[in-house]
DNA sequence: GCCATGATGTGTTATTTTTACACTATCTAC
DNA sequence: GTAGATAGTGTAAAAATAACACATCATGGC
């Protein structure tokens, strides 16, 4: 059915004239500025957090944006998202994902620019720093409006609040939100706030006892008003072994 | 634990100087050619294959390429994409979704080249066009090797190939790669082709059949050398009614 | 026409996974 | 010490998955 089958690596035998100079090929061709723009998510008093700024252009004057910058010449844009992340919060060990890249023509009032999403997810840890001045906000990510935010950004924060939670179903990557010990009640609410469900208690536990990947600390919690769980780590190791698929939450 | 959580919308009260001139902003920043690259993929005897072109870049004489072109000014990526299917292969109606932006400074001989992978499934349908001629081939994708193909068109290859076989298992796009009339055993044999398993025949009949959005056509195989099988239709529309997720293939 | 070949089409059972559900233990606050 | 709140635990029903074998039907060769 499909034909040519048999072609591959034949000699060209084509009329196209090959290029010779790659550099004048590219030189040739429209150029688009590039921004790269981090949704920083994080989880507080159980609720989804997103870290934003307030926007320093006027027409956006008292809105706020997402975290980003500028692609520098020859910078990968894995690392301007780490870039961004570590001028604005001092870290650079955080989860870091790329999700997808926005380019309507008229999504930038300065003309074309493209962006793309990175989704990055901080703990409480990482709060602790100073990293937040008057520019910066953690803003309930479910009460956000467009309204409140410049440019499409609430467009690229929903996308990466459906890909978290989508991702959070085959991934335990939700435990980059919570604080290196956790006690499974966090965990519960983490997962329970983020994938917007009601979870059952024993099957929520058995689920992730059994996927064996919790470490007992041996430590309690000690900052709760009411009898203090046990607190648990995460064994990266463990899970990277664990043929075990992680099969999704759906109690 | 989160700081100013109660600043949203107040005032700025900042003595950063706010953008008056967005344009002039955005002029300041470097700019980057932006390409985009569909990863097109067809199934045929019992194979998954990507079309490919003969690159017509001297340094790569011999080598092929992902169908790419750099976007136009002001033309959105995913329009970018469908143009480059329709300037090859005559399309437009075809399964297409962004993949990913690759963007290593060094990935383009010519300079810094941003690509934006589309995967994008056409069945064989669309392959009786004529839209070969002695620049495109299909190729077998389990047997292509990096040194085949120009630029990181493997490493972006090989993306698509993985998104796919993810994607396959929460979503039956895979149905794009078959004809509109198809039988059970083309099914069976798409997905252990792209998933790289060996599936039982019952068990994968009772999953599609239970799943109800596979439409008896009362056809028959008519080009066969054996005892055909019914054809079937997907409903699309029962699909998208139907609540009952679609939750991998496992068997 | 008959037979060999090869793919179609079909059910049942065991296993595993998921869901639903309630009580006791322990710590804090008062 | 008592009230309040969360921690911690097991079992049984239901659903999904996995394993498995044989009769049917069209073709192609004789």
Redesign the pocket.
């Known amino acids: 059915m499909f034909e040519n089958e048999t072609a591959l690596q034949q000699p060209v035998a084509s009329d196209r004239a090959l290029i010779k100079d790659v550099h004048e090929l590219v030189e040739s061709y429209p150029r688009v500025p590039i921004t790269v723009d981090c949704v920083i998510f994080g989880f507080d008093n159980n609720e989804l957090k997103v870290l934003l700024i307030r926007s320093d252009i006027e027409m956006y004057h008292g809105k706020w944006s997402l975290l980003g910058d500028f692609a520098h010449d020859h910078e990968e844009l894995d690392d301007a998202a780490y870039r961004v992340l570590r001028e604005r919060t001092g870290m650079d060990d955080v989860y870091l994902e790329q999700v997808r890249t926005f380019s309507k023509p008229n999504r930038h009032p300065g003309g074309r620019v493209l962006t793309v999403a990175y989704c990055s997810l901080l703990n409480s840890e990482h709060h602790d720093l100073k990293i937040l001045d008057n520019e910066l906000h953690w803003h309930v990510v479910k009460t956000l409006r467009s309204e409140d935010v410049a440019f499409d950004h609430k467009e690229i924060l929903d996308t990466c609040y459906a890909w978290l939670q989508k991702r959070m179903l085959e991934h335990p990557l939700g435990l980059n939100l919570l604080p290196e010990k956790f006690?499974?009640?966090?965990l519960?609410n983490l997962y329970e706030a983020i994938l917007d469900i009601k979870l059952?208690?024993?099957?929520f536990?058995?689920?992730f006892?059994?996927m064996d990947f919790l470490i007992d600390t041996g430590e309690?919690?000690?900052d709760?008003?009411?009898?203090?769980?046990?607190l648990y780590r995460f064994d990266f190791d463990k899970y990277k072994l664990n043929k075990?698929r992680w099969?999704?939450?759906?109690?």
Chains 1, 2 share one sequence.
């Open positions: 006690s499974l009640r966090e519960q059952d208690r024993r099957n536990r058995k689920k006892f059994s309690y919690e000690d709760v008003h009411h009898r203090p769980g046990k075990k099969t999704g939450i759906e109690f």
